[in-house]
């Protein structure tokens, strides 16, 4: 059975960091494109960031670039988004997600095939 696990939520001020990981289970990492994405109340998820299976390719939504960094450790079946300089926007569920595609990371969530249970994130100002 396929696990996606998120940690590392929660509450911080503007202009803080906080660093998300997504740790899998049940599936072969390294064949996997990972993804974030994130969801405010009221709102459609949206895509954040994703990695290729390798880590070569690299996608960034416009309102996250520079400011936001994802990452993979392929031995430790964990994927991460580091989060800096965060704003009260920033304020969402985030969740992880593997794509079963060895190409450039997808940005849309009907390419995902496996989803977390997802994380809170809350920005305050």
């Known amino acids: 059975q396929v696990q996606l696990v998120e940690s590392g939520g929660g509450l911080v001020q503007a202009g803080g960091s906080l660093r998300l990981s997504c740790a899998a289970s049940?599936?072969?990492?390294?064949?996997?494109?990972m993804g974030w994405f994130r969801q405010a109340p009221g709102k459609e998820r949206e895509f954040v960031a994703a990695?290729?299976?390798?880590?070569?390719?690299?996608n960034y939504a416009v309102s996250v670039k520079g400011r936001f960094t994802i990452s993979r450790d392929n031995a430790k079946n964990t994927v991460y988004l580091q989060m800096n300089s965060l704003k009260p926007e920033d304020t969402a569920d985030y969740y992880c997600?593997?794509?079963?595609?060895?190409?450039?990371?997808?940005?849309?969530?009907?390419?995902?095939?496996?989803w977390g249970q997802g994380a809170q994130v809350t920005v305050s100002s």
């Open positions: 997600a593997a794509d079963r595609y060895q190409g450039s990371p997808r940005s849309r969530t009907d390419d995902y095939d496996y």
């Open positions: 049940g599936l072969t990492f390294t064949s996997y494109a």
């Open positions: 990695i290729s299976w390798r880590g070569g390719w690299i």
